[in-house]
């Protein structure tokens, strides 16, 4: 995966969950996917097609930002269902959530 870089300032990937459920299976392909994007990147994970977070798909995601400069890594798109579990969880608390991916884009800058 080629990651644009845009004047020295690190690129914002956007990264669409296609699965309506962050579980285990879903999860893995999070991670291997964010494992080749530069740690420098920002990425917006676009979750607005997702219904549903288990214990798994939680845990990729904060697996997903480890390493990673706080904030770097947002979320976007939370349908309601999948937005309860988050602050139940308080993912809230670990990752800046927006209604839209273009919200994320504007927050970090694009």
Request: hydrophobic letters at 50%; one cysteine or more; proline letters at 5%.
């Amino acid at each position: 995966m080629n990651m644009p870089h845009l004047g020295g300032v690190a690129a914002v990937v956007v990264l669409p969950i296609p699965s309506r459920r962050l579980d285990g299976v879903a999860g893995r392909v999070l991670l291997d996917t964010t494992r080749r994007i530069p740690m420098d990147a920002r990425i917006v994970i676009d979750l607005s097609s997702v219904r549903h977070l288990d214990s798994l798909g939680i845990a990729s995601l904060c697996r997903a930002a480890r390493g990673r400069d706080p904030g770097s890594v947002v979320l976007a798109g939370l349908e309601p269902e999948a937005l309860v579990i988050a602050r139940i969880t308080r993912l809230h608390e670990v990752f800046a959530i927006y209604t839209t991916v273009a919200a994320a884009e504007r927050a970090l800058g694009l």
